[in-house]
């Protein structure tokens, strides 16, 4: 048994949360098989693991390039902004651009980490523009010349296929 967050996950939920992040598309049956179990216990533990928040959702991952989205940028900003209302309102209209597809705050030299996708240069420029509107002082973007690794799974389980 593993503690995640203040709850206790046993092997079972481990292995149920380790194959859904690499195949979320499996049937509730091949899951069950996988795991060892039922389907109808297998599925009653993934609703609880959603129901408890260890699977947040389940989507399928697009393949940027081919869809058109060839400059993936990294977009560091800083603002001038202090008040935490003012900051509410710069971060929501950050969260509601379609081309920023994770942003986080930092500590260190930055305030916020933007990952944007854009489609050509032009988009880029038109984005920068609108970053410029909303009280960044300081913007630094390093373009992605090519994708090295990119995962989407937490090393939840050591020696899990």
């Known amino acids: 048994m593993e503690p995640l967050g203040n709850k206790v996950l046993d092997d079972v939920d481990l292995k149920i949360l380790n194959k859904l992040q690499k195949e979320a598309q499996l049937s509730n049956t091949e899951l069950a098989r996988h795991v060892n179990l039922s389907p109808p216990a297998t599925h009653a533990r993934v609703k609880r693991l959603e129901n408890e928040g260890y699977i947040d959702r389940q989507v399928a991952i697009l393949n940027q390039e081919k869809l058109g989205f060839d400059l993936l ?20 209209e950050l969260k509601s651009m379609p081309e ?26 038109n984005f920068i523009r609108k970053l410029n ?11 992605a010349l090519r994708e090295i690794k990119y995962s989407t799974v937490l090393p939840i389980s050591e020696g899990e296929e």
Request: hydrophobic content about 40%; some cysteine; charged content about 30%.
């Open 100 to 125: 920023v597809l994770e942003c986080h705050l930092l500590t260190g030299e930055y305030d916020y980490l933007l990952k944007v996708a854009n489609r050509e240069r032009k988009e880029l420029e």
């Open 73 to 92: 940028c990294f977009i560091f900003i800083n603002t001038n902004i202090h008040q935490a209302e003012k900051l509410e309102v710069l971060e929501k």
């Open 133 to 143: 509107q909303l009280g960044i002082t300081r913007i630094q973007t390093s373009l």
